[in-house]
């Protein structure tokens, strides 16, 4: 893409060493030499405003979510007590969560919270939402690392063999069912494969992925089904993102040179076109894995495992606002770090970026 | 949020790329090509049978209680396995299977047609106005636009569907919002690209106003993109009210929905697979119908 409207601060500090001389034009775009004095310091302005970004990104989100989650409708104080309690004691119990004064106090009080580690308690679950949360949490994480380790190289083989057979039937075959099965939702691909594999082939039991809990070999053996069932609703675009990286490296005039110059065949792969086809790749699976945690409430619904997604459908079904506010702000940083990670990832593996401003 | 945009615009690199070429042959062509583009189309068998589920879809969710079917009644027989009475068997509360699949084509259809055309009215609006006039407005859309896709979709959509209900005009507006951003990512990238052709240039000499270049000369250059983007949307709109309707978010009993059929049968999967399987194939041929179809329009255009 072009380099347009390149934004205050990510030119570092392109302006400051050249002292009376007019700044380069265009302004914060470092060419030529100006690019090169500041190679050492790329890395640490590129992690030093990330780092500035974040919090404040995930402040907004906050925000949002927050005054989103007040809409909900529902009287938390009354729910919780039942119908039977006193006015008063209603009141006394909005207190002491936090639920009266207005919405910037009560968001205040919320978010003082949520840093000193005071989460509040669940309203229906009626115990602190910390554990809870990250109880869930970890079951979530270790469902969305096993659908990744099964989706990222099943993404890698199919992407580069679509690459090498770019524009013959079995290039476009791989095409459509890869995207047929990503606009299949996930309890649809999960019911159908439950049928097949648990009531007809009686492989795996139906109620298998309730069991979470076990030794390592029992939850890897629950797990498979729900592991599958989303990392086939995620192949579809990293795959994408494998073929059209590797058609461009084997298609660029350096492949050629590799090819003519008699390099072996292995090496070209490693080092020039392995290389360059991760690169957007590496971008998306980053922050696929952040966003895997969060979206697999459904195959947590569907198999009945006790993740967080399922947590949080049951906390919004059930109008419990502090297991939403909580949970929903705990996706939001596992999705930011995941972007953090994949900065790194991508700075040590392209070293273009450590070098140049790569501006949208 | 580099990374964010940068991948926002890589996907849409790759969503646009092949309409770049497009929009510069409707600029020359007209209306000889739309009607070549739809020959070429019907020349092709995915297009063709994807269309016709489609319209077997459209004309059950319209006319499901014009055939006599009856999705709510008791046969009298519970959880009985398919026959030639009851093709497609019957529920826990022995309810036709096939009755509640054809007529959940309604509820199916009641929300995804009119979020989408939302989302791409709102999403096209909003990427031509950030492609046209770049700088600080751009930034300012691409800025909130970031903020918005932090959270995981499927959790943004369980908060906002718990503020603003499950009604029917409340998920038509909700798809409508959340889906803006992404078509607005990709529709800026195809405007951005078309921002440095000469119509552009000449259209601003001649003195047009802004409103009338995107509204006249941009818009219809990026259409072929626009159309993409509004029959990907319709084809995840589908997935999304299905998928909130499995969660128990979104349709509520007795309706004959897809997706809360299969939650509310899911408990006899084990004796009564029917029940299950074929709203699930139901979902499936339409979304992946609808999803073809964009894909062939992707094809032709380019």
Redesign the interface.
Known sequence: MTVLNPRPGAAGGADSPHGGLPPPIPPGAPRGFSALAERHSRILALLGKRLIQIPLVLLAVSILTFWLIQLVPGDPGRNALGQYATEAQVHAWDVSNGLTGSVVVRYLHWLGGFFTGNWGTSFVYLVPSRPLILGHLENSAFLALYAFVLLVPVSLILGSVQAYREGRRSDRAITITLMALSSVPEFVTGVLLLVVFAVWLKAVPVQSAADATGNFGQRVHAMTLPAVVLAVFYLAVPARMVRTGTVGAITAPFHRTAVLKGLPSGQIVRRHVARNALIPTVQLLGIYLGGLIGSSAVVETLFNYPGLGALLVTAADRKDAVLLTDGVMVTGVIALLALLLTDVCLILMDPRIRFENTES | ???????????G??EGAPTGGAAGIAETAGAGAGRRRARALLRRP?FVISALIVLFWVVAALGWHLFGLDPYGNSGQALAAPSWSQPFGTDNLGRSVFARTLAGADTALAVGPAGAVLATILGSALGVIAGYF??WV??ALMRVF??LV??????FL???????GASVPALIVIIGVVFAPGIARIIR?AV?AEMGKKYVTTARLQGESAVRIMAAELVPNVLPTIIIQATLSL??AI?TT??LS????GQQPPSPDW?LA??QN?DF??TA?WT??FP?LA??SL??S???IA?NIKETSS
């Open positions: 949020m580099d990374s964010m945009s940068e991948l926002g615009t890589g996907l690199a790759i995915t770049r700088g751009d930034t970031d903020v932090v959270l995981p979709p499927l959790i369980i908060v906002v569907v718990g503020a603003f990238a951005l084809s995840s997935l299905a998928t499995f969660l128990g978010l997706g299969i939650n899911l999967i084990e697979w299950v399987i699930a979902v499936a979304v992946v609808v999803q073809l894909d």
